[in-house]
């Protein structure tokens, strides 16, 4: 029966163990056929379809493993504890990681931030669609933007003005 072992997501190997093997000949034959570059912990546990094998489980075709080449995920026990208490499946542990949601860059504020609109050019930061204002979200940029408003508007005024012409009175 060939065994597939598999130690991370990039590195495996394969071993090869008898039909009537138990648990301990395999973990011997992963002990024994594991690359020269891969280190072995040596608390190491076999899972296979996400339960742990240990020496009770007896023969390997007891644990469901068919004469098919079958894949073993070779764990730690920190990893195997750590997955446990995370509540999440020891096989899929490794493969399957959550990406870490956006949320809005106000301080107290959990709402996923707008993407195009939400986005502060002035702080840097990307807001929900009740902070995306610079007044709502206390940008520091916004007294200076209420100056730069108020002298373009100034300017303006003063450009279009038009100025009295002065008769000579005689």
């Given at each position: 029966m060939r065994v597939n072992i598999r130690l991370t997501t990039e590195t495996s190997y394969?071993?090869?163990?008898?039909?009537?093997?138990?648990?301990?000949?395999?973990r011997a034959a992963a002990t024994a056929g594991c690359p020269s570059h891969s280190v072995l912990p040596e608390d190491f546990k076999l899972i296979f379809n996400g339960a742990k094998l240990d020496s009770s489980n007896g023969l390997l075709s007891d644990c469901g493993m068919s004469c098919n080449e079958t894949t073993v995920i070779l764990m730690s026990t920190s990893d195997v504890t750590a997955s446990?208490?995370?509540?999440?499946?020891?096989?899929?542990?490794?493969?399957?990681?959550?990406?870490?949601k956006s949320k809005c860059s106000f301080q107290l504020c959990s709402s996923t931030p707008l993407r195009i609109v939400g986005a502060c050019s002035h702080c840097s930061g990307n807001f929900c669609a009740k902070h995306r204002l610079l007044e709502d979200h206390l940008c520091?940029?916004?007294q200076r933007c209420k100056d730069a408003a108020h002298e373009k508007n100034a300017m303006k005024l003063q450009s279009e003005s038009t100025l009295r012409s002065q008769v000579a009175r005689v």
């Open positions: 394969v071993v090869t163990v008898d039909e009537n093997a138990t648990v301990e000949d395999l446990a208490s995370t509540g999440t499946s020891v096989s899929s542990s490794s493969s399957h990681r959550k990406k870490k520091i940029a916004l």
